[in-house]
């Protein structure tokens, strides 16, 4: 078993491999995923930003991106546009900012 792996569950998205790490941020990405893209803890840095508890929640391993982006009022777009942005060493304090605005239901 990897270190990544998670005893008990199956990988998502028809991912044959448990060491298989998806790359690219789909709004159907899950939390857990997205943690493991990133295992440097940038992404969990940036939920922190978004005042997103997801890091520590049991719903991370199959809830997707954008679903955590509507049960935290935020708009899905600016949260997807943040964590995509982390593959190029961003996201910039600007769409931090618009990824953590709350948005009314």
Not at 46 to 64: D, I, K, T
Not at 88 to 101: F, K, Q, R, S
């Amino acid at each position: 078993m990897s270190r990544t792996a998670i005893p008990g569950f199956r990988p998502a998205h028809g991912v044959a491999d448990g060491d298989a790490v998806r790359r690219e941020i789909r709004g159907s990405t899950t939390i857990l995923e997205i943690l493991r893209m990133y295992p440097d803890g940038e992404a969990a840095k940036l939920m922190s930003q978004l005042y997103w508890p997801c890091a520590h929640c049991g719903g991370a391993v199959r809830e997707p991106l954008t679903l955590a982006a509507q049960r935290h009022a935020r708009d899905p777009r600016a949260v997807l546009i943040a964590f995509r942005a982390l593959e190029h060493g961003g996201p910039t304090d600007g769409e931090v900012a618009l990824a953590a605005e709350r948005h009314s239901r």
